[in-house]
């Protein structure tokens, strides 16, 4: 494979690194299907060799190395209803898959099942194949879900309900010395902020600060709540949408934070005085999908929510300004998109055929 970027670019630059490289299709059929997937999310693992998404009542796990649906693995019916081996059904809707990141073969998911669970995703040869993946843990949360996000320290999640419950979920990996073999477990306690208890406002999505002492939550009317951790108190609230807002991310050199909302707005906020410097406003619905670039200097972002809401193409935005570096073309609106934890890869999901990839296999510099 040609070495991958790996230094950060400039704005000026980035057009002519990432105009030449070809988009790759990841097709679970010899023939690609002319309809989009309902790809719901997308998660890189922390060196970026697997991606995960999930579709339907079903979880794929591709290597960004060996592209073939042959080097993939897939986790049927993970959401089935059966909790600590107990009898399921055929498999509720997978909600969100997002990769440990601390460790590169865990995957936790989450879905209408009211149920989180974490699975071993290794592959090949390790102990997911064959069409199966290797449950670790799980727990249940209650209502069908809506976000999940890990803590840095890869030790915590959050998990929000339809119910308007947010859930502490504790995962611990525990040594057996009598087999030499790790266990894990996970347990669930309801965090839901006190403000919220009162009001049954809703939260869409939350994310952890870099330091994972702060959350960033969206709500249903608008504003995003700094929140600490874990008392879940108000810190700050940030009232720069004038409708629900459903995406957040805070930037990996802590700089920015970016919020999509339900206005096809995106607010980038200085983090330093938490004033809003730039509103990008390119996106003609919904921005329900947020990620930066490794270096934090680049953003992208997934709206609507098929291949009929929205407008086609992925703006990528320079932070710093605001101002959009390069738009790679597609055939549909983009719903969710991730960049690569250390290059100047993409992963994104709403062409037809399935996920879509820019960066494996094509010329770098």
Known sequence: MSRPITRPLKKDALPSAIKPLKPVLLSES????????????????????????CTSAHIRIWSSERLNVKNSTEIRSGHNGSFSGGPGGSGSAVEQVAFSPTTEHVLGSTGQDGGVRLWDVRVPGGAAGGGKGTQLADCKVGDPALFLTWHPNGQEMLVGTKDDNVHAVDVRRMMDFDSSSNNWAMESTNCTPSAN????????????????????????????????????????????????????????????????????????????????????????????????????AYLVAGSGTDARDGTSGIDIYHADTGDVAHTIDTSNPVTVAAWHPYKYWLAYAGDPGGLKLIGPGSVAV
């Open 197 to 296: 208890k009162a009001s049954s406002a809703r939260y869409y999505a939350m994310c952890f600060s870099n330091s994972g002492r702060e959350v960033f939550a969206t709500t249903g009317d608008g504003p995003v709540k700094l929140l600490d951790y874990p008392s879940m108190s108000t810190l700050h609230s940030l009232p720069g949408h004038s409708y629900a807002t459903y995406a957040v991310q805070h930037s990996p050199r802590g700089d920015w934070l970016a919020v999509g909302g339900g206005d096809s707005i995106i607010s980038l906020w200085d983090t330093n005085d938490w004033h809003c410097a730039h509103t990008l406003t390119s996106h003609a619905s919904a921005v329900r999908d947020i990620s930066f670039s490794f270096d934090g």
């Open 30 to 53: 010899p023939r690609p299907s002319l309809l989009a997937p309902n790809i719901r999310a997308l998660s890189w693992s922390p060196t970026g060799s697997l991606i995960a998404t």
